[in-house]
């Protein structure tokens, strides 16, 4: 039986899920090994095995703020948008992320009047306040994400 994915979670937070999982049958008729239990939550979870869940967890940047999958608002060159995260890398750790948002609706990014250019895909690197460290020429920050 398969179940839908869940988030993944921090390999740490796996691993001692595992943990409690085996001390708690271990308790009752039959101890189980580590690495039946670390299988055994990566089913719970709805992975195919340990491995692919290690894969999916070690691969997801320490952002608590966002998650793939969540839906997010904000402004960007001035245009407020809604989207989808589709998208976070690691750049630097604790400080900078590249988020990828797809939108819901696409935006015009450009304020001169004869000129457009519309986004469906948002790319840029923010801090942990969903910031963007890049400025445009009045100062404002490229995007700012409501989290």
């Excluded at 719970?44 to 966002?66: C, I, M, V, Y």
């Amino acid at each position: 039986m398969n179940f839908p994915r869940q988030n993944p979670g921090s390999l740490k937070e796996l691993k001692q899920q595992a943990r409690r999982l085996r001390s708690e049958i271990s308790d009752g008729a039959a101890p189980i090994s580590h690495s039946k239990s670390l299988e055994m939550v990566a089913h719970q979870r709805g992975f195919k095995d340990w491995n692919t869940l290690h894969a999916s967890a070690s691969n997801r940047p320490a952002f608590e703020a966002l998650s793939l999958g969540d839906i997010v608002q904000g402004r960007y060159l001035g245009q407020r948008f809604e989207g989808e995260v589709v998208g976070i890398r690691t750049m630097q750790v604790g400080q900078l992320y590249h988020v990828s948002i797809q939108l819901a609706q696409a935006i015009d990014v450009v304020t001169f009047e004869s000129f457009s250019n519309f986004r469906r895909r948002l790319n840029c690197a923010v801090d942990q306040n969903g910031v963007s460290p890049a400025k445009t020429s009045n100062g404002e920050p490229h995007m700012i994400l409501e989290l």
